[in-house]
């Protein structure tokens, strides 16, 4: 994979929006309240834009989208010291962070209907997902991740401008 930094476990990343620009992003359910968008690991010899398609589907059940545009370079963020601990101690690794490749995709079919967390396709990680707008992503993101979508929410700026609808929540809770 050119260009990823050492020292970085190399992850994906995908901004999946709908007709409304709006991004899709759910909250984890091992840390409640965790909003992001979908992101997940490449393994030795997969192609990025691979992961992310065969992810996406995995995680949320989506198979109608288009990757329309990707962050150019490798994005990184460092773990927190406790989260460090526990995801190196998980993946086996000694990892300072992750590099992500990011994706814009955009659903190509004009309803939620896909968006199934809990499909059986992989172990389900999201309690619950939204439609937000690149404002309100950022703004609930975890700490540590927020300088980097801040910096995905720039380069996919010119394909979410208008998107100023606020997040309708699709939980079971509300």
Same mark, same amino acid.
């Given at each position: 994979m050119d260009g990823l930094p050492p020292g970085y476990r190399p992850n994906f990343g995908v901004c999946l929006i709908n007709s409304d620009n709006q991004v899709f992003v759910a909250s984890r359910l091992n840390v409640p309240g965790a909003w992001q968008m979908p992101q997940g690991a490449i393994e030795d010899g997969e192609e990025p834009k691979l992961a992310a398609i065969k992810k996406l589907r995995e995680e949320t059940g989506v198979v109608s989208a288009e990757i329309i @545009?990707?962050?150019?370079?490798?994005? #990184?963020?460092?773990?927190?010291?406790?989260?460090?601990?526990?995801? !190196?101690?998980?993946?086996?690794? *000694?990892?300072?962070?992750?590099?992500?490749?990011?994706?814009?995709?955009?659903? #190509?079919?004009?309803?939620?209907?896909?968006? !199934?967390?809990? !499909?059986?396709? @992989?172990?389900?990680?999201?309690?619950?997902?939204?439609? @937000?707008?690149?404002?309100?992503?950022?703004?609930?993101?975890?700490?540590?991740?927020?300088?980097?979508?801040?910096?995905?929410?720039?380069?996919? *700026?010119?394909?979410?401008?208008?998107?100023?609808?606020? @997040?309708?929540?699709?939980s079971t809770k509300w």
């Open positions: @545009a990707e962050v150019p370079n490798w994005l #990184t963020y460092d773990f927190p010291p406790t989260v460090k601990a526990k995801v !190196n101690r998980l993946w086996g690794g *000694e990892w300072h962070g992750q590099a992500q490749k990011w994706f814009l995709m955009r659903l #190509t079919k004009d309803n939620d209907s896909e968006i !199934n967390l809990a !499909n059986g396709e @992989a172990d389900t990680e999201f309690a619950e997902w939204k439609w @937000a707008s690149p404002e309100e992503v950022i703004e609930q993101a975890v700490d540590y991740k927020r300088p980097q979508y801040e910096e995905v929410m720039k380069t996919f *700026e010119p394909y979410l401008n208008g998107s100023s609808i606020s @997040a309708k929540c699709k």
